[in-house]
């Protein structure tokens, strides 16, 4: 039965969605829901179409010989203040700005694209990740998840650098599974910093008056959710990394949290970012989750899936799409429904036996 009402769900929502979608989401629409290849003549269609769309050709205008993109005047005053890139606003957006990017179908050719990614990786440290952009005092996991992400959709994959950074996270993944954000969400919880400030805390972290510091001491702590989702969504981007057991740990850890609140009040506390439809999907939701789960294979046989799938079904609009909010976002609704749809599709399939997600990707690319 509800195979029979997820493939009615799916019909009926892609259809209404590709009457009115914007080219890369119909390109989306035929390739992840249709299963259709690039060879196509409506896929062909729409892949010209892309390169015409206005915000693609916006971002590759726009995006400097340098690698990078220009920031408002308040923020690059504020980033000259401190150490400079890679912390500060220039490389958020580019992490933002790659993303979107890889999304409208655009190629390390293009533009300065390459040398964007040439300069994100021209800032790894020694022990392997990229700091920044928050802070170069701690290393922040999930933005390294996300900057993985765009690195290995555009074809880095098996760069020296790349894989010192994947080295670099596994080897930072705790026994739960998890990951969290050093400092902040283990010593920090120590009596005599627990009431502090953060601004206080941090003033006492760049003047190196914290206790010593070994995260071995903290292996009782729980992991982070929404820092773990964001390094589980980075390697489980590469079809032979979305094997390993450190992805499965992740994915296990992250999906055994659905609809509950975080561990950590630094990052994404409330139970309510698990019902949030929104777009882009920088730091999570539980549509994002679910868009993973569903590519990594985690479909009906996981009795833990229905629940979300069925508050996923349950969020659907009377117009048969989903949306943010009641104010409409036209854009963004979009690419919320084709993630909705995409994700409904795929366990549907999963209770149809037939296969889903990345291993029907490999199938279609003859892997």
């Known amino acids: 039965m509800l195979a029979a009402e997820l493939e009615r769900v799916v019909e009926e929502s892609s259809r209404k969605l590709f009457q009115i979608s914007k080219s890369p989401i119909r390109y989306f629409l035929l390739t992840d829901i249709m299963g259709m290849t690039n060879d196509d003549a409506l896929v062909m269609q729409a892949l010209e179409e892309i390169k015409r769309y206005p915000p693609r050709v916006k971002l590759l205008a726009t995006l400097r010989e340098d690698g990078t993109w220009p920031i408002a005047k308040q923020r690059r005053l504020a980033e000259e203040r401190g150490p400079g890139p890679p912390v500060g606003w220039t490389y958020t957006t580019m992490l933002r700005n790659l993303h979107d990017l890889a999304d409208y179908m655009v190629t390390p050719d293009d533009g300065n694209v390459r040398t964007a990614l040439e300069k994100i990786l021209s800032w790894q440290s020694k022990a392997g990740y990229i700091p920044g952009p928050t802070t170069n005092l701690f290393p922040l996991p999930h933005y390294n998840g996300l900057a993985m992400r765009s690195l290995v959709r555009f074809g880095m994959e098996y760069d020296d650098r790349v894989q010192k950074m994947v080295r670099w996270l596994f080897k930072t993944q705790r026994a739960d599974g998890g990951w969290i954000i050093p400092y902040l969400e283990d010593i920090r919880y120590l009596p005599q910093y627990r009431?502090?400030?953060?601004?206080?805390?941090?003033?006492?972290?760049?003047?190196?008056?914290?206790?010593?510091?070994?995260?071995?001491?903290?292996?009782?702590?729980?992991?982070?959710?929404?820092?773990?989702?964001?390094?589980?969504?980075?390697?489980?981007?590469?079809?032979?990394?979305?094997?390993?057991?450190?992805?499965?740990?992740?994915?296990?850890?992250?999906?055994?949290?659905?609809?509950?609140?975080?561990?950590?009040?630094?990052?994404?506390?409330?139970?309510?970012?698990?019902?949030?439809?929104?777009?882009?999907?920088?730091?999570?939701?539980?549509?994002?989750?679910?868009d993973l789960l569903t590519w990594l294979g985690y479909g009906c046989d996981d009795p833990r899936m229905e629940k979300p799938i069925r508050w996923l079904l349950g969020s659907r609009s009377a117009d048969g799409l989903w949306v943010q909010s009641e104010r409409p976002h036209p854009d963004k609704d979009q690419w919320i429904s084709e993630t909705a749809i995409s994700v409904l599709n795929r366990y549907a399939q999963s209770l149809r036996h037939v296969p889903f997600g990345r291993d029907a990707e490999m199938l279609k690319l003859g892997c």
């Not at 969504?233 to 094997?243: E, H, I, M, T």
């Not at 975080?262 to 990052?267: D, I, L």
């Not at 698990?274 to 539980?286: A, D, I, V």
């Open 195 to 290: 009431n502090m400030r953060m601004m206080d805390f941090m003033s006492l972290l760049e003047k190196g008056d914290l206790a010593g510091y070994d995260p071995d001491d903290f292996r009782d702590i729980p992991s982070c959710v929404w820092t773990t989702m964001m390094v589980v969504r980075g390697l489980g981007q590469s079809f032979k990394l979305a094997d390993s057991k450190e992805v499965a740990r992740g994915a296990d850890f992250v999906l055994n949290y659905f609809f509950k609140k975080n561990n950590h009040t630094a990052f994404l506390r409330s139970a309510s970012t698990w019902t949030k439809l929104r777009h882009p999907s920088y730091f999570g939701s539980g549509l994002c989750v679910l």
